[in-house]
Structure formats: C-alpha cells, structure tokens
C-alpha cells in the first residue's frame, strides 16, 4: 500500500513553455499533498503544501505565480511550472499523506526530472 | 540558525559491518525524526520514524536512536550489505501546521562486497 505516482517520470521544454507534473496517490487518499525540489546531491526543499479543496502554502521565497498547484481531488496533485526558464531545471517530488495508517507519514513519487532548454 | 546536518561524505563500509549515520539538528524543536532511503532519480522511501518521546527504535536490520538532549539521531544498519547502498535522508516533522518534514542532505553509504 501507499503507492504515490509522478507523471511524467522526466520531460524536456523550451524556455517560456508551461509544463505540467502530476502526482497521483494510487491506493489512498491524500488529505494532503507536498511538492519539493531537488538539486543534485542537494536536500529536497519544500515548495508547498496543499489540502484537498484548498489553496495551497507556499514557503518562503517560491513564486506562486510561477509554480501553480492545484489539489482538485483526493487522489490528484498537479504542479504547473509557467513560463519555464533554464533555472527550472531540478528534480521535482511530490509526496502525499493521508489518514489513520496513512497519516504516520509522507508517502513520495518517483519523482520528475526537468530540463529546461 | 536552524540547521539539519549529515555527514556530507560518503560512508564507504564493508559488507558484513554495521553502518552508522548521523543526524544533528539545531535550533528545532521536532514531533518526530525520520530516516528515509533514496535512490539515484528516485523519491526518497520510508524507513522509521522515531517520536520525540522514544529513546530507541528497530525494524529488522535498522534502528535508530533520538537523543532530544544532544539534538542527534542515529541509524544503523547492521549486517550491511551492498544492496543497502543509497543515500540515507533524515527529517524532522515539526509539529503544529501541516507536519512539514525539514531534510538534511543525506549520507551516501556505499557497501562494499
């Protein structure tokens, strides 16, 4: 159990193109979801939290206009990377928690890699 | 400063031995302490978590220890093997919020046949 995918696994865009990362948590609901980046051989840094139904929060320093997340669903987390620049590249994580044996911790994906050209 | 400190270089062991990581933290006052395992292009995986109460933990082969007073937590892996080659993540869940986990940035541990 506590299966949480990442779709798609590694994309290439152009400069100034959107992209868009899901996360889907497969065989639990996820009353919350968290986004992180990770920069080689660097820690995962959280860039948001989001409640089902809810806005997400942002910490500190992240653009919420440049990094869109919706949480439509119990299931269903998307990141939106607007107007991507090469500076986006990184490894984005999402990670997803739910209730009762769901709730201990948080559950990652495999994780999307970006390039940005 | 908060800061979450691991040993940034790598642990290299042979197999059979039993791998120590540590983990140092300041200025956080954490609900829980986790260890996780990640892979190269891979999401970090779950190992244990430790609450702030508990003094010692174990799951198989692993255990950790969480010493609230000198702000350290401990993981051993004992009977190493090469298979547990990866990078060995601790966190911190503050309490209150959303139960945020804070990263440090891991100990790549290479076992060694």
């Known amino acids: 159990g506590a299966v949480v995918s990442q779709h798609p696994s590694r994309v290439i865009c152009k400069s100034g193109t959107s992209v868009k990362i899901e996360c889907r948590s497969l065989?639990?609901?996820?009353?919350?979801m968290f986004w992180y980046r990770q920069f080689p051989k660097k820690s995962l840094m959280l860039m948001a939290t989001s409640n089902e139904g809810s806005k997400a929060t942002y910490e500190q320093g992240v653009e919420k206009d440049k990094f869109l997340i919706n949480h439509a669903s119990l299931t269903l987390s998307t990141l939106t990377v607007t107007s991507a620049h090469p500076e986006d590249s990184s490894f984005y994580i999402c990670s997803a928690r739910g209730a009762e044996r769901y709730q201990e911790t948080q559950y990652f994906g495999p994780g999307t890699r970006l390039l940005v050209l | 400063s908060q800061k979450i400190e691991q040993n940034s270089e790598a642990l290299n062991i042979q197999e059979g031995k039993t791998a120590t990581l540590t983990c140092n933290y300041t200025n956080y006052s954490p609900a829980y302490l986790q260890w996780y395992r990640q892979d190269p292009g891979r999401g970090p995986v779950f190992l244990l978590l430790?609450?702030?109460?508990?003094k010692e933990k174990r799951k198989e082969r692993l255990k950790v220890t969480f010493d609230t007073t000198l702000k350290q937590s401990l993981f051993h892996i004992t009977a190493s093997q090469p298979a547990d080659s990866a990078t060995y993540l601790c966190a911190l869940e503050l309490s209150g919020g959303y139960n945020k986990l804070i990263f440090g940035a891991g100990t790549r541990l290479a076992v060694h046949p």
């Open positions: 430790i609450r702030e109460n508990e």
């Open positions: 065989d639990f609901q996820a009353t919350t």
